[in-house]
């Protein structure tokens, strides 16, 4: 009796296996022969929708994207005093130019910034200073539009999980901006940002007495991302709330009530039984929020064009118009990293949570 049920267990065991094959295949073929792919032709330099022999150049797209130097600018040395020159309107000494200092072999660098550090002047310099400032705009997107949905996205829950008249009309008006396709809502926005009498925000300002009308949002470098995060925020900011209003629904109503018998506040409830019951879905909220703002591309690539790159619209700029196949490839795969990197930070983040809980 019991080898039989011993038997049984092993062919429902196989059969399970065998019933997942199909599925694995499917995967294999849609998720793992494409990452294998795009990581083989990190290694060569592939020209895309060519017919031309792809070469092994081993680790030099990856030289090319990641190699940074930092050099120190000496000051202009005037020749008839032997001392630095002096600007005469700022009263601050002039330095040399970063062309002078920046190794241009074996690989050329260009300035990617300037800053002082201990009374020198020191300028960073990069081989491909565009992905440099890619990545740069995409993680300071990244950050700061998260926590700004983060927020936002909590008081709306707040308020939504409350009783109040007209409840479930406000809760289907506020999925309106999520339910836009992406490229309705940046083309929307990039006219009413536009510098021109069609511009609403302009507008709107220059009635406040904020300004002339005419401020440069989609072309001045000073505001470029922050539109970009602007955007993203008005679109986002419902799927946050709806994700932590799921959550704040699944806290028993019993507790508050103990709380108010007690005599907590309101401030006092949310930070001792609101905020710490709600840790696990503001983490997963964060998990799919900072994932998905890591790999933006419409919001740019459809308002800013090639003006300013996010990391996934670069590699589309490297891929299509330039036909950097490798490179492209090189690029998808320092994405692919940072994205595993920022999922495993808080995956750990979220398992010492609840060990400590």
């Not at 506020?174 to 940046?186: E, G, H, Q």
């Amino acid at each position: 009796m019991i080898r039989r049920e011993a038997e049984i267990v092993k062919y429902e065991a196989r059969l399970a296996y065998t019933l997942l094959i199909p599925s694995f295949v499917i995967l294999v073929v849609l998720a793992f022969y494409p990452l294998a792919s795009v990581f083989v032709n990190s290694f060569t330099n592939k020209i895309f929708a060519s017919a031309t022999k792809a070469d092994y150049v081993g680790f030099k797209n990856y030289g090319k994207l990641l190699s940074l130097t930092v050099k120190e600018l000496p000051p202009v040395i005037d020749e008839g005093s032997g001392q630095p020159v002096v600007d005469q309107e700022s009263g601050k000494i002039i330095f040399e130019r970063p062309i002078k200092v920046l190794p241009r072999e074996p690989r050329r660098y260009k300035e990617v910034l300037q800053f002082d550090f201990f009374g020198k002047r020191l300028v960073l310099g990069a081989t491909d200073r565009a992905f440099i400032y890619a990545a740069f705009d995409t993680i300071t997107f990244t950050v700061v539009s998260v926590i700004i949905e983060v927020i936002l996205g909590l008081g709306i829950a707040i308020v939504l999980n409350s009783r109040f008249k007209g409840r479930g009309l406000m809760r289907a008006v506020m999925l309106i901006p999520w339910a836009i396709p992406t490229a309705v809502s940046s083309r929307m926005w990039a006219w009413m940002f536009a510098s021109t009498r069609v511009g609403f925000i302009n507008v709107f300002l220059q009635m406040l007495g904020l300004g002339n009308g005419q401020v440069a949002f989609i072309t001045s470098d000073a505001y470029q991302l922050w539109v970009m995060v602007a955007i993203d925020v008005w679109k986002t900011t419902p799927f946050m709330a709806l994700l932590l209003l799921a959550g704040l629904q699944l806290i028993p109503q019993e507790m508050y009530e103990a709380g108010r018998v007690d005599g907590a506040s309101k401030l006092r409830q949310f930070r001792s039984l609101t905020l710490p019951l709600l840790k696990p879905t503001i983490a997963i909220a964060l998990v799919f929020r900072t994932l998905d703002a890591l790999r933006v591309f419409d919001v740019f690539q459809i308002v800013l064009a090639q003006k300013r790159y996010s990391l996934a619209s670069f590699i589309y700029y490297q891929l299509i118009d330039n036909q950097a196949m490798g490179y492209s490839s090189a690029a998808s795969v320092i994405v692919f990293i940072l994205i595993f990197l920022f999922a495993l930070l808080y995956i750990k983040a979220i398992g010492g949570a609840n060990s400590n809980e």
